[in-house]
């Protein structure tokens, strides 16, 4: 790699389908495990995961369901045709969308302020203001909400799916088997690997398991240069007291809290006091982790493997030195491991 993080990944290295689909069981992709103490690697199946856990351990999970954040609009004075893709819903219900001209030119659409939309099922839209910190975001004001909301785009909407994908894949293979509230735009793919039986076989094990909420917004804005700036979306989380408890006990122990997913990582630095302890509540964090961060709250964490260039990789630096990632990525590439949501998956621990 000529940078720390820009390295080429061959395009068959994109896991095109789900592991289902290519023959081998949801929890049986590869793993790349890496010690953050001796910077030894090991290379070995997801369903071995146990061999690197200890009694007393806790895994926290980010519960939230993956939405059909993908519409079909129709711009009722001009009859143009729009894709939008929802990104976050904020404090004042209203939502920060990305809206795609449906023949692909992006600037062309004539966006602006007070455009009106409408989606089909009674649900129309009012385009608001462009998000300040990141442009290609637009307000949307929905012309229903809550429950009525969420019914009407299961009804109409698709999950986001990249070009690297094979195929038209259902909402259901975008979901962790634990997601529960409706709200990431993504999937949190770094749990997709779990089964209740991986999780059953954890617990007999000692391992402890508990549940935030980081509901995750858009991995590209579908222009580059903006993407390669990094923009920190503001995303919404939430922690139960029961979570938060249960956190601080495993730390008063001796036990690690090991966060699956870096939507965990983000949200439980973004609510650990300055000793350590974990502040249950509802928020919104654009909190960005990097080599500079002391990390307070999480001790391990399982996630999937980033993009050349990608910001998690900036996260995964709070855990392991540069070169380290650098190296351990450039064996996974050469070792043909698989990208993207249905690919593999690194532990650091």
Known sequence: MSAPFSFTLPEELSAKEPP??????????????????????????FDRLGDFLRPGDLLVFNSSRTLPAVLAATEVLTGTQLQIRLAHHLPDDLWLALLLCQQGELFACGLQSGMQLQFGSGLTAVVGDRDPLIPRLWQ?????SGTEFLDSLYRLGQPIRY??????????AYQTVYAKEPGSAEMPSAGRAFTWQRLFDLKRRGIETTQIVLHTGLSSYLDDKLDAQHPASEEEYSISEAAAEKIDRTHAAGGRAI???TTVVRALESSVDDRGRIRAGHGYTRLHVNANYRLRAVDGLLT???????SHLDLLTAFLPADVIRDSYDRAVRDGYLWHEFGDLNLIL
Do not use: C, N
């Not at 290519?22 to 992709?29: E, L, T």
């Not at 010690?35 to 070995?44: I, S, W």
């Not at 070009?163 to 259901?172: G, H, I, K, T």
């Not at 493997?305 to 990608?310: G, K």
């Open 163 to 172: 070009e690297y994908v094979s195929a038209e894949w259902e909402l259901d």
């Open 259 to 261: 966060a699956v997913g």
């Open 304 to 310: 999937g493997l980033h993009e050349p260039e990608a």
């Open 140 to 144: 949307l004001r929905f012309s229903q």
């Open 20 to 45: 289902e689909y290519r023959g081998i069981a949801r929890d049986r992709v590869r793993l790349m495990a890496i010690d953050r103490h001796t910077f030894e690697v090991k290379h070995t199946r």
